[in-house]
């Protein structure tokens, strides 16, 4: 069974600590893994696209990784407002069926 | 560009009734999306709509359909209403053969008592 576990579930930073978020999955036939960033009451909002192990893309203070079995996002010197739930999804070799994570709800302090 | 759009964004139904909600897709995209989330989980996918048929379907009862019309825009209906189907519903749309990055709408969310 196709499983995404995202850590940890919660993160506090003051502003300009630098962390790290993990998404690790067991998903047969990956094609690819989509970040999202998600406000409450609202929309994920699409982040970051990554296909192929080794890769990396960034996005200001934010920075994705992939391996074969877990996906890294890194947050360097964050700010209040990067403050929201993070989450992951392995897109599903078959279909476009995305599998989330549970998210790392992410929260920045001044 | 206008980004995917859903309505209504808040409905309030009791137990039994039937709801259908709409999505409007992106411009230029022709796959709608589906999902439920519940408070504090991430999305769980319903189902995927292309060329107006239903392209994949996830783990949730018959109660659950929906609809795709030739302009590409999309409708979930759920009949015979659980209290359990309270959440905020997602549609998300994308373009086949461009990486399928899903684009996510705000939701609507429905309360059921």
């Known amino acids: 069974e196709d499983q995404v576990t995202q850590s940890p579930e919660a993160l506090r930073l003051q502003e300009g600590e630098s962390s790290s978020l993990n998404c690790s999955y067991t998903?047969?036939?990956?094609?690819?893994l989509f970040w999202y960033r998600q406000d409450p009451g609202k929309g994920p909002e699409f982040l970051f696209t990554?296909?192929?192990a080794g890769e990396e893309k960034e996005k200001e203070r934010l920075k994705a990784t992939l391996t074969k079995k877990e996906s890294f996002l890194h947050i360097t010197a964050p700010k209040p407002e990067d403050s929201a739930t993070y989450l992951c999804?392995?897109?599903?070799?078959?279909?476009?069926?995305?599998?989330f994570g549970q998210g790392t709800e992410l929260s920045v302090k001044p | 560009d206008a980004g995917v759009t859903q309505s209504p964004t808040h409905l309030i139904k009791t137990r039994g009734q039937q709801v259908t909600l709409r999505c409007s897709p992106k411009s230029g995209h022709d796959t709608v999306s589906w999902y439920q989330q519940a408070l504090g989980q991430g999305p769980q996918f319903i189902f995927q709509?292309?060329?107006?048929?239903?392209?994949q379907r996830g783990n949730f009862p018959d109660r659950f359909s929906g609809h795709q019309f030739p302009n590409y825009s999309s409708e979930l209906n759920v009949n015979a209403l659980l209290l359990g189907d309270s959440a905020l519903y997602l549609c998300a749309s994308s373009h086949v053969g461009r990486g399928e990055t899903q684009y996510f709408g705000p939701g609507t969310r429905l309360l059921v008592l």
């Open positions: 999804a392995p897109l599903y070799n078959q279909g476009g069926k995305l599998i």
């Open positions: 709509y292309y060329e107006e048929e239903e392209r």
């Open positions: 998903v047969s036939g990956l094609r690819g």
């Open positions: 990554l296909y192929s």
